[in-house]
């Protein structure tokens, strides 16, 4: 099997993890590592100096001395596109991490670069989608087991403390946590979101500059409802990084609870759904099916204009708590042309 050659940009809080998969993985070699911090390519060469991976500072220094087939990106959101951009210009395939990128302009930006070089594989790393209770999440609902859809209520409660930028984005909240259970929704449903309506607030003790909670509504294709609450600084009762999903249809109630499924019958008896639980985070799987799609010459399951609506999603929801207002989808779509 053809191992795929890859070069990293970004070796933080993420990038470190990424690195391991990579090098354990039977399906990546990694050629080489860009960080344009000094501090991170010096804990990275302390770790695995004796690979004899080189470390770069730009991305440009490393085009121009190694020769690789992809580029995965996990620097943060607003380095994205530039990556992303220079990547496909010299025709990397691209792995990148969630979110596409910092706006929807930028998003778009990325989209038409990519349509120049269709031929190359870009996919977004929304690795929630790839987790054992999120694939059994959707096959429940796929076989029916509620009946006709309703209503969903999602709820998503931790206190995480990262430091750096995410501290002082305007909506963390919403770009950067959200966005995984808006691809979560996008993909158990198997419809797209048609409209937000979205409240963003900072709680008084919330150590973010930013909106650290969130709270609103969300109707996808076929009138179904999304009550969605979400926060970054909840003490106490908590959920786990899926959050808690009840879905509601004429038939009963289908849940995810602390990453657990269980259907609720019409008459209230409530029984666990076993499935094939595993450990991971879905790196793993993404990386497998990313390498696959540039092995067969084939667009990956979380391809780039697929994942425009996941970003639409988020952005949508941002543009709502501006505005206090619904926001339709198609105010963003419309931005893609031919998506
Ligand atoms: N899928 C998930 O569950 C998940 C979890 C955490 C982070 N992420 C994503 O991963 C990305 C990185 O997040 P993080 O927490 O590791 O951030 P981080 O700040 O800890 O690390 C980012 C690294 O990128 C480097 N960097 C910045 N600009 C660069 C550039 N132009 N070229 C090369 N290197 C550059 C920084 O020096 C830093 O070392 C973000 O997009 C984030 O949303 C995803």
Redesign the pocket.
């Known amino acids: 099997m053809e191992r795929i050659r890859f070069l990293q940009?970004?070796?933080?809080?993420?990038?470190e993890g990424w690195v391991d998969l990579l090098l354990r993985s039977p399906h990546a070699t990694l050629q080489g590592v860009?960080?344009?911090?000094f501090e991170?390519r010096e804990r990275f060469e302390k770790r695995f100096g004796d690979r004899g991976i080189p470390t770069f500072q730009?991305?440009e220094e490393a085009l121009q001395k190694i020769e690789a087939q992809a580029i995965l990106i996990?620097?943060?959101?607003q380095?994205?596109h530039?990556?992303a951009e220079k990547a496909l210009a010299t025709n990397l395939h691209v792995l990148s991490?969630?979110?596409l990128a910092d706006t929807f302009e930028n998003a778009v930006k990325i989209y038409q670069a990519w349509r120049q070089k269709s031929h190359l594989v870009y996919m977004v790393?929304q690795?929630?989608r790839f987790k054992p209770e999120i694939q059994a999440l959707r096959k429940a609902v796929a076989e029916g087991i509620c009946g006709n859809l309703g209503y969903i209520a999602y709820t998503f409660h931790k206190a995480w403390r990262?430091g750096?930028?995410?501290e002082k984005m305007e909506y963390p909240l919403l770009e950067?946590m959200s966005i995984?259970h808006f691809d979560i929704l996008r993909f158990v449903l198997g419809r797209e979101p048609q409209k937000v309506i979205m409240e963003s607030f900072n709680p008084p003790w919330s150590w973010f500059q930013g909106n650290a909670s969130a709270t609103g509504t969300i109707i996808f294709a076929g009138d179904i409802r999304v009550n969605y609450f979400g926060s970054w600084v909840s003490f106490g009762k908590t959920t786990s990084w899926n959050g808690d999903i009840f879905i509601y249809g004429d038939q009963g109630t289908l849940s995810l609870e602390n990453d657990l499924l269980f259907f609720a019958s019409r008459e209230g008896k409530k029984e666990g759904l076993p499935f094939s639980k595993h450990e991971t985070?879905g790196?793993i799987q993404v990386l497998e099916e990313f390498c696959s799609a540039v092995r067969e010459n084939r667009q990956p399951l979380v391809s780039l204009p697929d994942n425009l609506w996941t970003f639409a999603l988020t952005c949508a929801s941002v543009e709502s708590a501006k505005r206090k207002t619904w926001v339709e989808l198609t105010e963003l779509m419309s931005l893609v042309g031919g998506a």
Not at 10 to 15: N, Q, R
Not at 74 to 77: D, E, M
């Open positions: 940009a970004g070796y933080g809080l993420f990038g860009i960080d344009t911090s991170a730009s991305i996990t620097v943060p959101n380095f994205h530039e990556i991490e969630k979110p790393s690795n929630y990262f750096g930028w995410r950067d995984h985070d790196r």
